[in-house]
């Protein structure tokens, strides 16, 4: 088949979905879980993990069509999905509704190219979104690297939103997490800070670059998928380096939890490093479990440090997220398809096809409930 029939019949896939969210009168009609996610070239998905389908697939408008979708935040209430894409230089507002867009921020202006590269969130009532911008002046003969901030937007702005307030952070910032009173904003950098989301001002740290443990180095770790919004409890696997008595030096692998409510810490390491890890979840039912995942898909005792079970997968995903009664695990990121799994013993259940072979890249995998 050339490129030319495999275009048509991708264009074709994404018109019948399309049209599949206009006659259904409500997908939303009971509470359930749905989930949301993006895909290349400019879609926004919605699918029913329980009917194992896409119900809705929305194009984003006015973007780059040669690249992905990165990383996603849904509201509380799972109306609107804000989607950073245009080359990390856009952010958009798409009602999961209508598919219209309801909110945008372009971030680059005259002079300055500005990049969004991941951390993105909505406060709890769904009324300002933070966002990590990076900002480069561009000069005749030269790039000025400017100094980092994080955008805040009323997420009412419209199609021309300006960020009502810039709090000033440190470079490297790959998450940005409300806490549920929105009282706290954590900013994944050097550290985990503690930042009062109204002024900018640290308030507390949770240290990883700082982090002193006898006999171990400092933890490395790839934070840039965000998905707490089931247990409330951000969590990502890390590395770290530990010499043991006899002086001989094993990496170990772990996973590290935050509770967002509580603002405490957990971790575990579970085993020296054997397999990579890009990220984690924690089970919102059975609190001490948590889920890894790339090529390998592993269960993990966060308590006691347990490797519970692992299997492979039929290919790398980068991302997974479980279900609010904590008895699925959706795997997505990299290519066109989420795989379903039991929590339990980690046996595949289903699948899910992005319409159009659309590639989820490194978007975001968020879970609503509606």
């Known amino acids: 088949m050339n490129n030319k029939n495999q275009a048509t019949l991708r264009q074709a896939a994404v018109a019948g979905v399309l049209a599949l969210g206009l006659v259904l009168t409500s997908p939303f009609a009971t509470a359930k879980d749905y989930l949301v996610t993006a895909a290349r070239p400019d879609l926004v998905v919605v699918a029913d993990p329980a009917e194992r389908k896409v119900i809705k697939a929305f194009h984003i408008p006015n973007t780059s069509m040669g690249n992905s979708p990165g990383a996603l935040a849904v509201s509380k209430n799972g109306k609107v999905a804000y989607v950073i894409h ?31 590269p991941y951390a993105i969130d909505v406060t709890p009532d769904g ?25 805040v937007f009323d ?17 490297r910032v790959s998450s940005l997490i409300y806490s549920p009173d929105a ?38 770790t790839l934070a840039i998928w965000p998905q707490f919004e089931q247990a409330g409890e951000f969590a990502t696997p890390y590395y770290i380096n530990h010499t043991g ?33 890009f990220s984690s979840v924690i089970n919102p039912v059975r609190r001490n479990e948590a889920y890894t995942v790339y090529t390998q898909l592993t269960k993990t005792d966060i308590e ?40 339990q013993t980690l046996e595949k259940k289903g699948q899910i096809m992005i319409p159009g072979g659309g590639d989820q890249v490194l978007t975001s995998l968020r879970v609503v409930q509606r």
Do not use: C
């Open 86 to 116: 245009n080359r990390w230089e856009s952010v958009s507002g798409i009602d999961l509704e209508s598919g219209k867009e309801v909110f945008r921020a372009d971030l680059s202006s005259s002079g300055i190219r500005a990049k969004a």
């Open 127 to 151: 009324k300002e979104l933070a966002v990590f911008v990076n900002p480069t002046q561009l000069l005749p003969g030269e790039y000025n690297v400017m100094d980092p901030y994080i955008a």
């Open 155 to 171: 997420t009412s702005s419209g199609l021309q939103a300006q960020p009502v307030r810039k709090l000033k952070v440190p470079r």
């Open 183 to 220: 009282s706290r904003l954590y900013a994944f950098s050097w550290d985990m800070l503690v930042l009062d989301p109204k002024t900018g001002k640290q308030i507390g740290q949770h240290p990883w670059r700082s982090w002193k443990r006898a006999g171990f180095g400092e933890p490395d």
């Open 245 to 277: 008595a006899d002086g001989k030096t094993v990496q170990k692998a772990g996973v590290w939890s935050l509770d967002l409510a509580k603002d405490s810490v957990r971790f575990h390491e579970f085993e020296d490093a054997s397999v990579v890890l």
């Open 304 to 343: 006691t440090g347990k490797l519970i079970k692992r299997i492979d997968l039929d290919h790398t995903y980068y991302t997974v997220n479980v279900s609010s009664d904590g008895k699925e695990l959706y795997v997505g990121g990299t290519i066109d398809d989420i795989a379903i799994y039991d929590s």
